[in-house]
């Protein structure tokens, strides 16, 4: 008998991808899945991972061959996140934050803040920290009320940052800051070393889900030189905001490999158990579920590895990017919750995993961007449409 073809689409890789995927796959099997559990139920951050990162070179995938990386397409790099997301989604965040801290000094650093702070990157998977929030600006990143004024050659930063990522194992954060007084151009990205005087990381979040990542805040009242700004002075939240573009394909690798962690569980699941003298995937209660998230899992996958080809062809993902993180995140919602529903009372305690995955998948539906926020940023793009159309 032929065999019947998977449930969940694949796509066919480009073959820089299919290497680096099974570098993920044979990490995240013998590393990364193992200790899923535990950190998330100890709250800790996985020490063990950093040699694992360092040795597969998975921690310079965001950086060039130049600075010591292997800077893969974004297509490899949302392939290794999925992947990653599957055996552990506090990994996958760790990675994503790792590209996040990256991407701004990728876009506008000089060589020598880029040879400072992404050869150890590379080498020896130092984090970098994205530094955008602030207790008041969080959706609307303009609003960021952190100063940086000029003192003798340099800067004097203060302020407050919130919700780092690997804010508590970061050596540097990239702070954006204003510096004049217009909303959206008076904001410039500087580099901040954490051990620079008047840089205090106090607070570490407890949080519901990827608890093996370290959320953090940071105070500042700092000095730095101006060699430390990235970019054009006013040039901080254009910065930002295309960090954040290509961020939101690796959110919705992220949601994608939590959900298909969740659909496989449940798919095993539901085969193995049976009620009423049959396998419960054969009662229509929980078979259609299943279904429905096959095919709502391979669609947020078709618009994922989309937005990253476009991407790496060199086009235009503002309105791609957020559209596969809206969709990949709320779907990733709902293949976890048909997955707890399948599971019975099985899903709502340890040792299963489906609580956890129902914890892990729901930030994907906050960070870089609510899902509201998406919905403004598409919005705010079709109305522009529409007027060009009504315009001609
Ligand atoms: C675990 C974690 C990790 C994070 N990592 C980082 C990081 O590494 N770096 C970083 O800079 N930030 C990070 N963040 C911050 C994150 O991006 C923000 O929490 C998020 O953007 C929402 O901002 P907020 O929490 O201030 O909510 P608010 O902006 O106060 O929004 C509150 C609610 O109002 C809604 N809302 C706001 N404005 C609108 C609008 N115009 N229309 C419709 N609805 C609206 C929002 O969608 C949300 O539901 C992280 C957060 C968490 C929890």
């Not at 040699?51 to 070179?57: A, G, I, K, M, Q």
């Not at 020896?124 to 994205?130: H, K, L, Q, S």
């Not at 496989?264 to 049959?278: H, L, Q």
């Not at 040792?351 to 940023?377: A, F, K, N």
Request: aromatic share 8%.
């Amino acid at each position: 008998m032929a065999t019947s073809p998977a449930p969940i689409w694949e796509p066919t890789l480009h073959p820089e991808a299919a290497e680096w995927l099974a570098v993920a796959d044979d990490a995240a099997e013998r590393h990364f899945a193992p200790l899923a559990a535990e950190i998330d139920e100890e709250q800790r951050y996985p020490e063990e991972h950093l040699p694992v990162l360092r040795d597969t070179r998975l921690c310079a995938m965001f950086v060039p061959a130049e600075y010591g990386g292997t800077q893969l397409r974004l297509e490899a790099i949302a392939a290794v996140t999925e992947r990653v997301a599957v055996a552990c989604a506090s990994t996958s965040a760790i990675l994503a934050a790792l590209s996040l801290g990256a991407h701004p000094l990728l876009l506008a650093g000089t060589d020598e803040q880029k040879e400072r702070y992404l050869t150890p990157l590379a080498g020896e998977g130092r984090a970098v920290c994205f530094a955008l929030s602030e207790p008041d600006a969080g959706s609307d990143a303009s609003a960021v009320t952190t100063s940086a004024q000029r003192e003798g050659d340099g800067w004097r930063i203060r302020g407050e940052k919130c919700w780092l990522g690997n804010g508590g194992h970061s050596a540097t954060f990239i702070v954006f800051a204003r510096t004049g007084e217009d909303a959206r151009g008076g904001i410039t990205a500087f580099v901040v070393e954490r051990d620079g005087a008047g840089v205090v990381v106090d607070r570490y979040e407890d949080k519901m889900g990827i608890r093996g990542t370290t959320t953090t805040n940071l105070r500042l009242d700092t000095w730095v030189a101006d060699d430390a700004r990235i970019g054009a002075e006013g040039g901080g939240l254009g910065l930002a905001l295309e960090t954040l573009t290509v961020g939101r394909v690796l959110i919705a690798a992220q949601a994608n490999g939590i959900a298909r962690a969740a659909f496989d569980a449940a798919a095993a699941f539901a085969v193995e158990r049976e009620t009423f003298g049959r396998s419960i995937i054969d009662h229509q209660g929980v078979g259609f579920p299943l279904a429905d998230s096959a095919t709502e899992l391979s669609a947020s996958r078709l618009l994922m590895y989309e937005a990253a080809r476009t991407f790496d062809g060199g086009g235009d993902v503002r309105v791609l990017a957020p559209m596969a993180k809206l969709y990949a995140s709320e779907v990733s919602h709902r293949v976890v919750d048909r997955a707890m529903q399948a599971f019975g009372g099985r899903g709502y305690v340890k040792p299963w995993p489906i609580e956890r995955y129902y914890r892990d998948q729901r930030i994907t539906e906050i960070y870089e961007g609510t899902s509201e926020i998406q919905r403004l940023v598409l919005s705010r793009a079709i109305r522009h449409h529409a007027r060009q159309g009504s315009a001609s």
